[in-house]
């Protein structure tokens, strides 16, 4: 999972919207973290730790679970970690980098607009900072206004682009969300949204709308924020929308019997890496119905960014000389938002360093159902649906 971003962050969760960094790790707990579970994957912006090979089930004991489920749990686990190590660190991104294109990124987006959640650190930033190298006009959808003035200044001084906009929003807060986008439809064009906004809160906790926090940032506020958002990206030509995902979603399958997760032993981690496949399955499903929009959902890797840094201080330390930078953490998002060659892809895939990849591992058991699918859509459109202005 991709370590967290964040700017600003709630006590106890470092989330890539990203409250503050230090929190409670992201996806990770900092005292276990380990690539296996706090995988610069996640942490608000997220966090993550996709599981954790130490802890096999992720939060709740092994003791727990049945038998076949636990071995399960150890294979996923297992499989996961090993191809973390072989394709997430900077060494998998430099093999891959051996096969990229690039006049992909040799463009000018001058005259489209870019809207990016979590923009004030880490990979978020880091996208937002190479759009604006371009000549995209970027919009920056962040939680703490101090950090996002300063990412904001350190973008435009960095690139020269003046067309750099700010807007302070709570991805938690799904009426704030609605009332945000609502207003934004009036006054702007979007031609690309990037859903980079991420958390991972290790403690089960509750938002003032008495949701859960990683539930309520990480799935719930990317689907209000597109939901709402998808009038005026069809208006446009172009249209985009990517998500900032995480490959720790493949040790999960879709879950819809407790999306808020109030009826099992609470860990952060899988929590976050349910939400993950959530967005996976949210992209799949978006490309289904909305043609005229390609959508994508993306796995950064391993990268270094404060997050990881201030969250997950162990994982860093084992990890430091084999994580990404945020820039190639970020070069697939850039890619996927930028470039003619990406827009060729068929909608709705799962990329990795800039090609497609499978959205399970071989014998993992985790696919889900259609009927399973169209639940979580259902579900979300009624929560969603409470929290809209009338």
């Given amino acids: 999972m991709r370590p ?23 996806r990770a707990e900092p005292s276990r973290a380990g690539p296996g579970r706090a995988g610069p994957g996640a942490a608000c912006r997220g966090v993550s730790r996709p599981s954790g090979l130490s802890k096999p089930g ?47 990124l040799e463009v000018n987006v001058t005259g489209r607009s ?20 371009r000549g995209g006009t970027l919009h920056l959808l962040c939680r703490n206004k101090e950090r996002a003035e300063e990412a904001k200044s350190e973008i435009i001084t960095e690139t020269g682009n003046q067309n750099v ?48 926090k990683n539930f309520a940032t990480n799935t719930l506020g990317t689907y209000v924020l597109t939901t709402a958002l998808l009038p005026l990206l069809e208006k446009e030509d172009d249209p985009r929308v990517i998500t900032v995902s995480s490959g720790g979603m493949l040790v999960q399958k879709l879950d819809v019997s407790d999306l808020q997760s109030g009826n099992v032993t609470f860990d952060g981690t899988m929590v976050y890496a349910q939400n993950k496949r959530q967005q996976v399955v949210l992209t799949e499903q978006w490309a289904k119905v909305h043609k005229n929009i390609h959508f994508s959902v993306m796995h950064p ?31 697939t998002v850039v890619w996927l938002a930028v470039s003619p060659a ?12 800039r090609q497609p990849v499978a959205t399970h591992l071989p014998f993992a058991r985790t696919y889900s159902s259609p009927e399973e699918e169209a639940r979580l859509i259902e579900a979300l459109e009624e929560l969603s649906q409470r929290f809209k202005p009338t």
Avoid at 114 to 133: D, L, P, Q, V
């Fill in 58 to 104: 992720g939060g709740a004991a092994l003791t727990q679970q049945p038998g076949g489920r636990a071995a399960m749990s150890w294979y996923r686990n297992a499989v996961w970690f090993l191809k973390g190590l072989r394709e997430y660190t900077r060494s998998g991104y430099e093999s891959a980098s051996k096969h990229f294109v690039p006049a992909d």
């Fill in 4 to 26: 967290s971003q964040g700017a600003g962050a709630h006590p106890k969760a470092a989330c890539r919207e990203r409250p503050a960094p230090g929190a409670v790790a992201s």
């Fill in 114 to 133: 870019f809207m990016i959640t979590g923009a004030n650190s880490g990979i978020g930033k880091a996208a937002a900072t190479e759009i604006a190298k």
């Fill in 165 to 212: 906009f700010l807007h302070i929003l709570d991805m938690s807060n799904p009426k704030g969300i609605w009332e945000f986008a609502e207003k934004f439809k009036t006054e702007h064009k979007l031609n690309v949204l990037i859903n980079n906004a991420g958390c991972m809160v290790n403690e089960r906790e509750l938002t003032e709308d008495g949701l859960e």
């Fill in 342 to 353: 990406a827009a060729k892809q068929a909608s709705g895939l799962f990329f990795q360093d």
């Fill in 301 to 331: 890797g391993w990268a270094d960014t404060p997050a990881v840094r201030s969250a997950m201080p162990e994982f860093y330390e084992r990890m430091k000389n084999k994580l990404r930078t945020e820039a190639q953490g970020a070069d």
